[in-house]
Structures are given as structure tokens and as C-alpha cells.
């Protein structure tokens, strides 16, 4: 059936989940985008385009039902001739695959979460390793999530982030410093720190827990609570601690004591999980607190 988009060879990327599938999706798109691809983030029904990737959840019931519910949706598009192909990937595909293929059959090809270059390729694309940091970002200006570490090496019975995202893998110091200078030459003043353990951040790389900072004093990088419940970075001109506060106050809306006391509020709540919940597991409520926040209703 002849397809009624007027886009055609365009790329749309719908993203659900959390900040990491986000930050996957942001990744996909630049490649896709330097391989000359025309590609667009979730764009609206009439702009769309012939091809759809689907970046899922399969965390929670409700992401995941949200996840089906889309594939869906666009399958039957398929089906009606009003896209050519869908594409799925993300946790929901690497963690039910055999079972996706076997009831949506309409999807033309279903990707786990390492498969990016094989989803490329499939795309007509190829994977540039040298595109360190290059991303196209569906933020706000402003702010941008920047993610120091892949997977989780915790055992936990209840949590299936290992079946779906494989074993902790931190991104190399000088590769998060090359794309923080990239964000920060776009004008990104914020940077949200994401993985599924940044308290395991460096164990794996260089046997210690290194914190970040030490190593972007360089890009003027101000980072604030890594130990609260928010861990964000701001990019600062080179201001003194007043001019800095002055600054994040001007263009961020509060100020440096308004962080640092999430940062000491976060530390309060951890040491009360520790000491009444998780007396035994530290870890446990380390990598709880340090989570950023994602969606409402959704995770990844």
C-alpha cells in the first residue's frame, strides 16, 4: 500500500523511558544526522516522515504497557500505508525480543540497547566511532543530560536493569570532558549526570571512585550535588564564587546555597536510609539517592 507521508526518507525517533533512553535517542539522531540522514525527534503526525524508531521502556508495568501501546500504534500505521517502516529498540526489545517478534509482527526489525550500530546500519547509516559527543539534543537550551556510565554490576532480585542494559561500564574521564566542552560551546549552562550507578562511577576504569570535577576544572565546570539527590554540573564563565552565585541565580533561577542545600538534604535522606533501612547494603541506598529524576510514570 502506497505510503500518504510527504516526507519521505525521514527518520522520526520517538523516545520513551527515562533521561538515559533520552540521552540514547540524542545519540542515535547525531549519528544518523552526520551520515546525512534527515531525522526528527517525535515530530508532530502531518511532519513525521516513512520511518519510525521507537526507543522503549521495559522497566516498570506501566512503561512498558506505554512501550506495547506505541508499538502498536504505529504498526497499524504501517499497516494503513502511512508510514514504510518501524523500527523498535531500547529496554523493552532487549528484554523481550523473542516474544515482541513473535506477537507484533508488523515491525520490521526489533534492536536491543547495544545495538546501535546494526540499528545504523539497518537505517543505511554508518557508526562513526569518532562522533565522540556529538548529539543531537532535544533539551531545553539550557541544560543537557550528559551520562558518565552504562549498565549495573548489582545482583539485586528485584531490579532487571542488568538483564536489559548489561554490566557497568563507565565512559572514559576525557571523553565526558570533550563532549561537556561540546555542550557548553552550544550555550548548555546545566549538565545532568545520569547512569544507573553513578556511585560506581571509575571502579571499573581506574579502581577508585574519581570524582569528575578534578578533571573538568579546565572547562570552567562547576559541579554541585554529586552526592544530593540532583547530580548537576553548571558550565561557569570565570567568576569567583560571588560572581558564580550571581551568575547561577541570573540565568538559572537560583542559587548556588539553593543547590548546595538539596545536596545537604540529599545527604540527610541517604544517611537516614542507611541507618534504618539498608544499615547493611550502603550501596543499596547510594544508588537510589543518586538516580536523577526521570518522567512522571516512566523509567527505563
Excluded at 561540546?182 to 549552562?189: E, M, Q, R, S
Excluded at 578534578?214 to 559541579?223: I, Q, V
Excluded at 569567583?240 to 545527604?267: E, M
Aim: net charge negative; charged share 25%; hydrophobic share 40%.
Amino acid at each position: 500500500m502506497r505510503t500518504r507521508s510527504s516526507k519521505k526518507n525521514s527518520i522520526n525517533v520517538v523516545t520513551l523511558g527515562c533521561s538515559k533512553n533520552i540521552y540514547d535517542s540524542e545519540v542515535l539522531m547525531g549519528q544518523l544526522k552526520a551520515n546525512g540522514k534527515e531525522v526528527t525527534h517525535e515530530a508532530p503526525e502531518e511532519e513525521e516522515g516513512n520511518i519510525v524508531v521507537i526507543n522503549t521502556c521495559g522497566f516498570i508495568d506501566n512503561a512498558k504497557q506505554e512501550s506495547i501501546d506505541t508499538i502498536l500504534h504505529y504498526a497499524d500505521k504501517k499497516q494503513r500505508g502511512e508510514v514504510d517502516h518501524v523500527y523498535v529498540t531500547g529496554c523493552l526489545s532487549e528484554r523481550y525480543k523473542p516474544d515482541l517478534e513473535a506477537e507484533i509482527t508488523d515491525v520490521d526489525a526489533y534492536f536491543g540497547t547495544r545495538d546501535m550500530p546494526l540499528l545504523l546500519k539497518t537505517l543505511g547509516a554508518d557508526y562513526k566511532h569518532e562522533l565522540v559527543g556529538e548529539r543531537m539534543t532535544t533539551t531545553p537550551k539550557h541544560f543537557a543530560y550528559l551520562k558518565i556510565a552504562e549498565g549495573c554490576d548489582r545482583p539485586c532480585s528485584f531490579c532487571a536493569i542488568p538483564l536489559m542494559r548489561g554490566g557497568h561500564k563507565s565512559t572514559p574521564i576525557e571523553n565526558l570532558v570533550i563532549e561537556a566542552e561540546k555542550l557548553a560551546a552550544k550555550g548548555v549552562k546545566e549538565l545532568i549526570l545520569i547512569a544507573q550507578d553513578l556511585t560506581y562511577y571509575g571502579l571499573d576504569l581506574y579502581k577508585e571512585r574519581r570524582q569528575v570535577r578534578k578533571d573538568l576544572n579546565g572547562l570552567r565546570l562547576l559541579l554541585l550535588a554529586t552526592w544530593g539527590v540532583y547530580p548537576i554540573a553548571f558550565l561557569l564563565p570565570q567568576l569567583g564564587i560571588d560572581g558564580a552565585d550571581s551568575f547561577v541565580g541570573r540565568q538559572l533561577g537560583y542559587s548556588i546555597a539553593d543547590v548546595l542545600a538539596k545536596c545537604l538534604f540529599g545527604l540527610l535522606i541517604y544517611k537516614i536510609a542507611r541507618e534504618k533501612s539498608f544499615a547493611d547494603d550502603e550501596s543499596f541506598a547510594a544508588a537510589e539517592i543518586h538516580e536523577a529524576p526521570s518522567s512522571a510514570g516512566k523509567s527505563a
